[in-house]
């Protein structure tokens, strides 16, 4: 089941967007923020259609863990 992933990368999405000062942001942040919400609609969509290996998925599931819990130094040794 990969929806604790898609909430996890969407709370991470929105803090991020934040972070770089949406919705007033400057144009070169507000290019940023456009091109985080691409990629993450496009992951999105795999996810949805089942269109990733049982590989990746698995390794997303334990990354979004990891950043739920505040873990980054952990998040980044998963690959």
Same mark, same amino acid.
């Given at each position: 089941?990969?929806?604790?992933?898609?909430?996890?990368? !969407? #709370?991470?999405?929105?803090? !991020?967007? *934040?972070? $770089?000062?949406?919705?007033?942001?400057?144009?070169? %942040? #507000? %290019?940023?923020?456009? /091109?985080?919400? #691409? %990629?993450?609609?496009? $992951?999105?969509? *795999?996810?949805?259609?089942? /269109?990733?290996?049982?590989?990746?998925?698995? *390794?997303?599931?334990? $990354?979004?863990?990891? $950043? /739920? *819990?505040? /873990?980054?130094?952990?998040?980044?040794h998963?690959?």
């Amino acid at each position: 089941e990969l929806r604790p992933v898609i909430g996890a990368l !969407t #709370k991470l999405y929105e803090d !991020t967007s *934040k972070a $770089l000062g949406a919705p007033n942001a400057v144009a070169a %942040r #507000k %290019r940023e923020i456009d /091109d985080n919400s #691409k %990629r993450i609609g496009a $992951l999105f969509a *795999k996810l949805n259609s089942a /269109d990733i290996s049982p590989n990746a998925a698995s *390794k997303l599931v334990q $990354l979004c863990q990891a $950043l /739920d *819990k505040g /873990d980054i130094s952990g998040a980044l040794h998963i690959q």
